[in-house]
C-alpha cells in the first residue's frame, strides 16, 4: 500500500505513543503507525533487536522528522526497562501503546495442538504474545498522564483463533485468549486513571507472523471466501480502527475486542459455493 493512502488529519496531533511490533513494511504495526502519523501523533518505535534494526530505520526515516527508535526485546526485562527509560528520558510523558507482538515456534503453529505444544513452548508463546501486554501495558501507563490531563489508551493486535478453533492456530490461539483475556483485566485496572485499552482482531492478513503458520495460505482463502463483504481485511480498515480505538473518537470504549475482519466472525455457516474456484 502506498504512502498517503490514509486519511490525514489532526486527530492524534499533541499525542505521542509507543508502537512496539513493527518487523517490515508489511507488519500490522507498520500500516497501524502510518495511520497515527498522518492524523498528527509523534511516534517512537521498538524493534526486537538489532537485526531487525536494519530493516525498521528506514521505514521510520520514511515518515520524517527525527526518527525515535529503541530496542525491546519483551521477553527481556532489562531490555524493556531500557526501552522504558529511555522513553521517560526523552518524552516524559506517553498518551498512547500499540502492541503488535506474538511469536509462536514454527514446530507448534502446525498439526495436533495436543502433540504438538511443548511446555516451553506454551511458555514461551505465553510469555512473548500475552504477558508482554500486561508487562508493557503497567510500564507505558506510569507515563500517562493523569484522568484530568486526558488519560491515555492502548490497543492490541488479536485473531479468531482466541474465541474458535482455527487449524494449526493451536499454541497462538490460547495465548491470544490469554491475550483478550488480559485486555479486559488491564482495562479494569487502568480505567479509574482514564486509561483505555482494547483489542482488535483483524481477519488474515500477509504479514510476516502469517507466513509462520502452517496453512496460512488457506487462511486468507477461506478469510475471504466466507466473510460478507467478500474481501480480504485491508491495513486501511485495521489501521483505521487503531486509529478510533487511540484518539478521542474512542471515548467510552474499552476491554472490548473489536473484531476487523470484514465479518467473518458472525457467519455460522457459509454460503453454499463459498470457497469453490
Ligand atoms: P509481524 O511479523 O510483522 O509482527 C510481529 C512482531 O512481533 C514483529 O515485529 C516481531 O519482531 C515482534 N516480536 C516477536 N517476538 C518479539 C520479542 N521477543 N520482542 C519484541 N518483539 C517481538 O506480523 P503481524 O501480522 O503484523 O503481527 C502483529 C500482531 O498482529 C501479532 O500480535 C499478530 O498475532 C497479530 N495478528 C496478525 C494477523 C495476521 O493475519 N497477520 C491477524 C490477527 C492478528
Known amino acids: 500500500m502506498a504512502e498517503g493512502e490514509f486519511p490525514a488529519g489532526a486527530l492524534m496531533k499533541g499525542k505521542r505513543g509507543l508502537v512496539m511490533g513493527v518487523a517490515n513494511k508489511n507488519s500490522i504495526a507498520w ?6 502519523h498522518a492524523q ?8 526486537q533487536d ?26 527481556n ?3 524493556m526497562d531500557t526501552c522504558f527509560e529511555t522513553l521517560k528520558t526523552k518524552w516524559g510523558r506517553l498518551d498512547f501503546l500499540v502492541h503488535a507482538i506474538a511469536f509462536a515456534g514454527k514446530d ?39 484522568r484530568e490531563e486526558g488519560g491515555g489508551a492502548m490497543v492490541t493486535l488479536t485473531y479468531l ?20 483475556a488480559s485486555t479486559r483485566y488491564i482495562a479494569r485496572d487502568l480505567g479509574p486513571a482514564g486509561i483505555r485499552v482494547n483489542a482488535i482482531s483483524a481477519g488474515p492478513m500477509r504479514t510476516l507472523a502469517m507466513a509462520g ?17 467478500k474481501e480480504d481485511t485491508t491495513m486501511e480498515g485495521v489501521a483505521g480502527a487503531a486509529l478510533y480505538l487511540l484518539s ?13 475482519d470484514a465479518g467473518f466472525h458472525v457467519v455460522g455457516v457459509p454460503d453454499a459455493g463459498d470457497g469453490e474456484e
Open 40 to 47: 498528527g501523533a509523534e511516534l517512537a518505535f521498538s524493534y
Open 31 to 36: 500500516g497501524i503507525a502510518r495511520q497515527l
Open 161 to 180: 483463533g482466541a474465541e474458535r478453533v482455527v487449524p494449526n492456530y493451536n499454541v497462538m490461539g490460547v495465548a491470544k485468549a490469554a491475550l483478550e
Open 77 to 79: 526485562d532489562a531490555s
Open 50 to 75: 538489532e537485526a531487525l534494526e536494519k530493516r525498521v530505520r528506514p521505514l521510520v526515516e520514511s515518515l520524517g522528522g527525527e526518527p525515535f527508535m529503541v530496542t525491546a526485546d519483551v521477553s
Open 248 to 260: 478521542d473518537l474512542g471515548k467510552s470504549c474499552t476491554g472490548e475486542v473489536l473484531h476487523v
Open 108 to 146: 507448534e503453529l502446525q498439526g495436533s495442538f495436543t502433540h504438538n505444544t511443548t511446555r516451553e513452548g506454551f511458555k514461551r508463546a505465553m510469555d512473548i504474545s500475552a504477558f508482554s501486554f500486561v508487562d508493557a501495558a503497567r510500564r507505558a501507563s506510569a507515563l500517562m498522564p493523569s
Open 213 to 229: 503458520i502452517s496453512g496460512g495460505r488457506q487462511l486468507m482463502k477461506t478469510g475471504k471466501d466466507w466473510s460478507l463483504l
